[in-house]
């Protein structure tokens, strides 16, 4: 089975703080993949990426970066939180294009 | 207009009915279609899996993908209350999956 691991489940950081959230997945995928999910919106697509050290940006970039420096890590950072930026969290992966998303189970994310 | 809608529900049935979760969407480029189920505080679990059009079996649960219409459906018979949790119904072109908002399911025992 497909193994995506986040590094934490529950995490509060404070306005202006830079914040890392860290994925790693153990089925040698070539795509990774962050969102977010709010209530009343769904899951919104943040960045992805298809191979090491390439990315692209989804739907909501804006405030966000991410990091691609091994196949199984992908990293999320938020430059400088702000409040509007609690959510939850998901990473997911996938063997290539076209093939089923698997996520973990997601980090909760609270800045006060 | 979102490009995949689904009822937010709740929805609530007896244990042992036969349960349809529907979504409709509206881009034409999506060339495969998913449902995922998530628990409470929990990531989306992959449940379905569909390219064309028609009907895919799995167990108790059936998936069902119109493109004429762009509807597609999930139902699952003998419905459990292990099978309360949200369904979040998705459509694919290339890399990128556009999700519903999900369905929540509850089974009563």
């Not at chain 1, 977010?36 to 298809?50: A, E, K, N, T």
């Not at chain 2, 119109?66 to 292990?82: A, E, G, V, W």
Request: glycine share 8%.
């Amino acid at each position: 089975d497909v193994k995506v691991t986040q590094s934490s489940r529950y995490l509060v950081k404070r306005t202006g703080e830079k914040v890392f959230l860290e994925c790693v997945q153990d089925m040698d995928h070539e795509n990774m993949f962050w969102y977010r999910q709010d209530p009343g919106l769904g899951l919104r697509l943040i960045y992805f990426s298809y191979d090491v050290k390439m990315k692209e940006k989804g739907d909501i970039p804006e405030g966000y970066s991410v990091s691609r420096e091994k196949k199984e890590r992908f990293s999320l950072i938020l430059e400088s939180a702000s409040t509007n930026q609690t959510s939850m969290y998901l990473c997911a992966s996938s063997l290539t294009t076209y093939q089923p998303q698997h996520f973990g189970d997601g980090t909760r994310l609270s800045i006060l | 207009q979102k490009e995949v809608e689904q009822d937010p529900g709740p929805l609530s049935v007896p244990e042992g009915a036969i349960v349809s979760l529907n979504c409709t969407y509206s881009n034409s480029a999506f060339q495969y279609f998913m449902w995922y189920r998530q628990y409470s505080r929990k990531g989306p679990e992959l449940l379905m899996y569909t390219y064309s059009s028609g009907n895919k079996e799995d167990g108790r649960f059936t998936a069902q993908v119109d493109k004429s219409s762009k509807y597609i459906s999930l139902f699952i018979r003998d419905s459990q209350p292990s099978d309360s949790a949200t369904y979040l119904c998705a459509g694919g072109a290339t890399n990128k999956l556009i999700f519903g908002t999900g369905t929540l399911l509850a089974v009563q025992p």
